[in-house]
């Protein structure tokens, strides 16, 4: 079985709208779908969007890959040690 690339190309967030439902699919399978600052700001503009769209009424969250999502993005996170930003990361989610 080949192996997963660490990021697949194109936007780590899909999203589709069809029949009054949106669905917004975590892309990045290659890391576990893991929440990185990216992808945490994507989702908020995705559901931001389907919130102010009146043909919306339902949010589906899905996910590429075999992991639906593994939790915050901990390579990205080491990076930092400044307490201010763990509280702000963990405030947005």
Known sequence: MPAVPA???GPILLSETRDHV???TLNRPGKA???SEELICALENAVA???SDDDVRVIVLAANGKIFC???DLAQMQ???DQGYFDQLFERC
Do not use: D, K, Y
């Open 22 to 24: 949106a669905t917004l």
């Open 79 to 81: 990076t930092h040690t």
């Open 49 to 51: 969007g389907a919130c």
């Open 7 to 9: 990021e697949v190309p």
């Open 70 to 72: 593994a939790g915050h």
């Open 33 to 35: 779908n893991t929440l």
